[in-house]
């Protein structure tokens, strides 16, 4: 492997424009920093693809299965094609954001505006049960329909969303900021829809516990009220997600107008902001040619499938498997909890520590965490204490990638600088991966869910299914884990490289004369 100096000395942007320490410090106090105001302002624009990704990793999977009650094959092919319909629809509106020119509102905001309507009609309506839900051909391409729009017009407004950051204007720490005050919000909104859609649907799928444990009673008149309440529980179920999903899409207007009148794009270093002429496939060869790049991208998808399915698994493991489904929701909201609270805290310690350091010690307290959670069962104080382990690991899952992303995009300009406004397909492309790893996940957890005889409504399970999905949540996430840790391993951009590279970029600047505003 070159070594990172002469990665960074060779560099054609070095040759270009030689760095001068000596006048760092003062280039770096000219850098304008980014506005408290705009911070908070481009935190709150991540909410709704948070809100939402989260409401289907959470309860999509069970709300197909016993809510819908469609076959689990069905189930796993809406789940898994979702996602790879992402395969097409990231990428390409990656691309088509970098060919789009530049208005008064600057570039990457009005995709968020104009697909903000649409994302919020397709959301609601893919919660929505119809009632012709008993024929299995309508119920597959109803769902299956609305999932795939919402997916569409969900990355038209999150591939530009992240892109964003890249234009906020400031240095590599000023965008560090604004990334933990991106992560805090977004980890606060998963909180949120926990809570919002965890209450609003929890209460019936406690009674529904309920009603199965008095199934098997000898008692008659017993018996029989049991089968009303389910009968009862199901069609009030269904009313619930809707009022939940009608709920999180007035939270998406709001965060998506709250954005739109914070924040204002900033031109940054070697980025024009204006249509890129390159095909798509010569960007994306150049995308997928940095070796950073891509051993970021590797050890973020296979920690992101570790997590979310375990993720996608945890209402089914709590309900069948560990005995507490009338506490999944309360399990979560401590989870999340603790989530939001490790983030300003984890922040802290990558300034002391680095990225790297920072992110091998959050992500190795998952495993054992999960572990436990497998291996117990009726202990509803245990797992609340391990919710906390888990939670503070999941909130490095959010903040370090992504806090990383833009450090490999300036590495890619000061080795490629003629290269310039491909931004959006770094983005695009590391947002297709984590959306489809959680495809991936839940997909094929459900597929082995339906070969190992997954009963779609019943109270109670075979045990092969009790088996599969302990399995599904703890020694597969563990292994999948272990294989992103060992891909980070390999991840060349350290504190040291970036404090180079930034000082190229702030040397292109200086020669440019600076970079403005865009809007």
Known sequence: MMAENDVVEDCPLNEKYPISTENEDAKTKRQAGIPLSRKLCYAVGGVPYQMTLNAKGLFMQIFLLDVVQMGAFYASIILFLGRAWD?????????????????????????????????????????????????????????????????????????????????????????????????????????????????????????KVLACSQINSSDTLLLQNASDTLTDTLQNTRRAYVLAALVLAGFYFLCVLILFLGVKEQLAPLSTLGRVRMSYLSGMRLVVGHTPY???????????????????????????????????????????????????LWQAVLLRLGKKTTLFIGLSIYGPAIGVFASVNNNLPVFFIMAVFAGGSLAVLYLLPWSMLPDVVDDFKVQNPTSTGLEPLFFSCFVFFNKFGGGLAVGISTLVLHYAGYQSGACRQPPEVIMSLRVLFSPVPIVLLLVGLGLFYCYPVNEERRSRNQRALLAAVGKNGGSGEAR
């Open 294 to 344: 891509v051993q970021l991208v590797a050890g973020f998808l296979f920690s992101s499938i570790a997590f979310q399915m375990a993720q996608g698994s945890f209402a089914l493991f709590c309900t069948h498997v560990a005995g507490v489904g009338q506490y999944f929701q309360h399990i979560i909201l401590v989870l999340l909890a603790s989530a939001t609270v490790s983030v300003p």
């Open 87 to 207: 395969a097409l629809t990231d990428p390409l509106v990656g691309y088509l954001v970098s060919r789009s020119g530049r208005t008064r509102f600057g570039k990457l905001i009005p995709w968020i505006i104009f697909s903000m309507p649409l994302g919020v009609l397709s959301y609601v309506m893919l919660w929505f049960t119809p009632q012709e839900v008993t024929s299995p051909g309508f119920s597959f391409s109803w769902f299956f329909t609305w999932n795939c729009l919402f997916d569409l017009f969900m990355s038209c407004s999150h591939v530009p969303f992240s892109s964003l950051n890249m234009f906020l204007g400031g240095d590599q720490r000023d965008r560090d900021s604004a990334t933990s005050y991106r992560m805090g919000m977004e980890v606060f909104a998963t909180l949120a829809v926990a809570l919002i859609q965890g209450q609003i649907v929890g209460v019936y799928h406690a009674r």
